[in-house]
């Protein structure tokens, strides 16, 4: 008998009761729909709406529900419509009718907007701990790396002389974003506990709402019972979030693709987080990346799938919001997998040091010291730029590069120029020089990594 019966004169249809279910995917939320129900007992005991004796007897029975659920000896059943009445029916069968009173003063319309809030509150929290994990990574490889001279691109062209220290240290910075982006949506996940919101109106019953919300840890109660019941801005702020990171996530990957192809050789991944080719013998291929890369669409297609749900739906509860679950249990999953092989990857790669400062050293990317060379030697950087530019066109012309050109080839553009222009740019100096606060200079870099590792300390 299904909890609407006394309404109806015919069984649901079997297909669309197996349509309309949840159970298959929502059970994962059982400690938190038991957790919720005990807190919610406590509550109706102490305002005098059920007894001491229900509610002793309520709590024990969810404690034993949820052991046995841990422990394989209770299994879902396929054919509750989801895990709130199955939770209550398992109840009822062991405690009689002290079970059907637990549902006194809520709908099951709070009674899921309280269990999502609870557990992707837990799920933040194993997210960031691998955040950390991904962070603390970064900062080790960086701080073996504070020398390491690599060339820096933009528009995937050589740019200027930077080291690779440097460049992990630009993903350290997205991703301590990314972790106050978490940490703000779990702040905002326990502002308002929904439930004794009702189906949408409140209630008679004399509850306690406040007292529900210490017992779960939220700092207070929806202010309206409409929007406690319809409001999932914490799901799509979750599911944004969970982009952004999967996007940064992607952008590294992309860069792993990259350095590890024999076009660049500054990364060789570890044959344990490598596949091979069934007919290519030679291959050796980064597919955890590549898989990263694409299931980052994924999660934004789980953002999607929420923002397009949610745009139509008049207030307050719609059916339509069972869809919120699959999609932002989804985006946590793919989250929380492809960060926890990426970790393993990372931290097993060997950087080839000597590829990335041969490629450092063509392509011309101290241009920019020679011209600023000649500015501080009182040159216009205009004409600076300038000079540097046709040297670069001579070299090109020659096939040399700039620290090979003769001292008097160098005059005869600029008399300006000196013994000394050879110093000052070196790779070496290049970077070093570099001190600007986030510049790539190796005491900046360590400054960078001691501050961030302060920074993820404070956070997490």
């Given at each position: 008998?299904?909890?609407?019966?006394?309404?109806?004169?015919?069984?649901?249809?079997?297909?669309?009761?197996?349509?309309?279910?949840?159970?298959?995917?929502?059970?994962?939320?059982?400690?938190?729909?038991?957790?919720?129900?005990?807190?919610?007992?406590?509550?109706?005991?102490?305002?005098?709406?059920?007894?001491?004796?229900?509610?002793?007897?309520?709590?024990?029975?969810?404690?034993?529900?949820?052991?046995?659920?841990?422990?394989?000896?209770?299994?879902?059943?396929?054919?509750?419509?989801?895990?709130?009445?199955f939770v209550e029916a398992e109840l009822t069968a062991r405690i009689g009718d002290a079970g059907k009173r637990l549902h006194t003063a809520r709908s099951r319309n709070d009674q899921v907007a309280l269990d999502m809030k609870l557990y992707f509150h837990d799920e933040i929290g194993r997210i960031l701990s691998l955040c950390r994990e991904l962070i603390e990574?970064?900062?080790?490889?960086?701080?073996?790396?504070?020398?390491?001279?690599?060339?820096?691109?933009?528009?995937?062209?050589?740019?200027?002389?930077?080291?690779?220290?440097?460049?992990?240290?630009?993903?350290?910075?997205?991703?301590?974003?990314?972790?106050?982006?978490?940490?703000?949506?779990?702040?905002?996940?326990?502002?308002?506990?929904?439930?004794?919101?009702?189906?949408?109106?409140?209630?008679?019953?004399?509850?306690?709402?406040?007292?529900?919300?210490?017992?779960?840890?939220?700092?207070?109660?929806?202010?309206?019972?409409?929007?406690?019941?319809?409001?999932?801005?914490?799901?799509?702020?979750?599911?944004?979030?969970?982009?952004?990171?999967?996007?940064?996530?992607?952008?590294?990957?992309?860069?792993?693709?990259?350095?590890?192809?024999?076009?660049?050789?500054?990364?060789?991944?570890?044959?344990?987080?490598?596949?091979?080719?069934?007919?290519?013998?030679?291959?050796?291929?980064?597919?955890?990346?590549?898989?990263?890369?694409?299931?980052?669409?994924?999660?934004?297609?789980?953002?999607?799938?929420?923002?397009?749900?949610?745009?139509?739906?008049?207030?307050?509860?719609?059916?339509?919001?069972?869809?919120?679950?699959?999609?932002?249990?989804?985006?946590?999953?793919?989250?929380?997998?492809?960060?926890?092989?990426?970790?393993?990857?990372?931290?097993?790669?060997?950087?080839?040091?000597?590829?990335?400062?041969?490629?450092?050293?063509?392509?011309?990317?101290?241009?920019?010291?020679?011209?600023?060379?000649?500015?501080?030697?009182?040159?216009?950087?205009?004409?600076?730029?300038?000079?540097?530019?046709?040297?670069?066109?001579?070299?090109?012309?020659?096939?040399?590069?700039?620290?090979?050109?003769?001292?008097?080839?160098?005059?005869?553009?600029?008399?300006?120029?000196?013994?000394?222009?050879?110093?000052?740019?070196?790779?070496?100096?290049?970077?070093?020089?570099?001190?600007?606060?986030?510049?790539?200079?190796?005491?900046?870099?360590?400054?960078?990594?001691?501050?961030?590792?302060?920074?993820?300390?404070?956070?997490?």
């Amino acid at each position: 008998m299904v909890l609407w019966s006394g309404r109806f004169s015919k069984e649901l249809d079997k297909q669309v009761n197996d349509f309309n279910s949840s159970i298959s995917f929502d059970n994962r939320m059982y400690a938190q729909d038991i957790k919720g129900s005990i807190a919610h007992a406590a509550m109706l005991a102490r305002q005098g709406i059920l007894s001491n004796e229900d509610k002793k007897a309520i709590t024990a029975g969810l404690t034993g529900i949820l052991e046995d659920i841990e422990s394989g000896r209770l299994s879902f059943d396929p054919a509750a419509e989801d895990i709130h009445m199955f939770v209550e029916a398992e109840l009822t069968a062991r405690i009689g009718d002290a079970g059907k009173r637990l549902h006194t003063a809520r709908s099951r319309n709070d009674q899921v907007a309280l269990d999502m809030k609870l557990y992707f509150h837990d799920e933040i929290g194993r997210i960031l701990s691998l955040c950390r994990e991904l962070i603390e990574t970064l900062l080790e490889k960086a701080a073996e790396h504070t020398e390491t001279v690599m060339p820096g691109y933009t528009h995937l062209q050589r740019g200027q002389p930077t080291t690779f220290a440097h460049h992990l240290m630009a993903y350290v910075q997205m991703l301590l974003r990314d972790v106050q982006r978490l940490q703000d949506c779990d702040k905002r996940l326990l502002d308002t506990m929904p439930l004794g919101s009702g189906a949408a109106f409140g209630t008679t019953y004399p509850i306690d709402r406040q007292m529900t919300a210490e017992l779960l840890g939220f700092t207070g109660i929806s202010q309206n019972s409409i929007d406690g019941v319809s409001d999932r801005d914490y799901a799509l702020e979750l599911a944004s979030g969970l982009s952004i990171f999967m996007m940064h996530l992607s952008r590294f990957s992309e860069e792993v693709i990259l350095w590890c192809s024999w076009e660049f050789r500054f990364m060789e991944l570890d044959d344990a987080f490598s596949t091979g080719s069934s007919i290519m013998p030679q291959k050796k291929n980064p597919d955890i990346t590549e898989l990263i890369r694409g299931k980052t669409g994924r999660v934004y297609g789980d953002l999607t799938t929420l923002l397009t749900m949610l745009k139509g739906l008049p207030l307050a509860y719609n059916k339509d919001m069972q869809e919120d679950k699959e999609a932002l249990f989804d985006a946590v999953d793919t989250v929380k997998l492809c960060v926890s092989t990426f970790i393993p990857m990372l931290k097993s790669a060997r950087v080839l040091t000597e590829n990335m400062r041969r490629a450092a050293a063509q392509g011309f990317i101290n241009a920019t010291d020679l011209a600023d060379y000649l500015v501080k030697k009182g040159l216009p950087f205009r004409d600076a730029h300038q000079v540097s530019g046709q040297l670069v066109a001579y070299c090109i012309s020659q096939g040399l590069v700039l620290e090979e050109l003769p001292l008097e080839t160098l005059q005869e553009h600029s008399a300006l120029f000196a013994g000394d222009v050879y110093h000052a740019i070196s790779l070496d100096t290049c970077v070093r020089e570099r001190k600007s606060a986030g510049g790539p200079a190796p005491e900046e870099v360590k400054r960078q990594i001691t501050l961030a590792k302060e920074t993820l300390a404070a956070l997490l």
